[in-house]
């Protein structure tokens, strides 16, 4: 298994680690902005586990990932120009 092949692999176990962290703190599931989402993986866990989730991130590529092939709402934007009521 390529380092390519395994990191997805590893940042899904990453996640879904730290969802369950969050619910053992008794964080009730609502609304999640992952800012520097990246591809994605983080926030497609928590979509499955029925949080409202959505990403953003500066790069491009990731981006593009997250949206088009995990179905994300996911946009390349920066934080500082980020609004909260866009969540």
Known sequence: LSLHDALPILLR???KRSLSNLNAMGIKKGKLLDVGCG???FIDEAR?????VKG????K?????ASKKLKLSAE???ILKYKTSET
Not at 48 to 52: C, I, P, R, S, V
Not at 56 to 59: E, F, G, V
């Open 13 to 15: 176990i990453d996640a």
């Open 39 to 41: 591809a994605g993986f």
């Open 48 to 52: 499955k586990q029925k949080w409202n």
């Open 56 to 59: 953003i991130d500066t790069a």
């Open 61 to 65: 590529s990731p981006i593009v990932y």
């Open 76 to 78: 390349q934007k920066d």
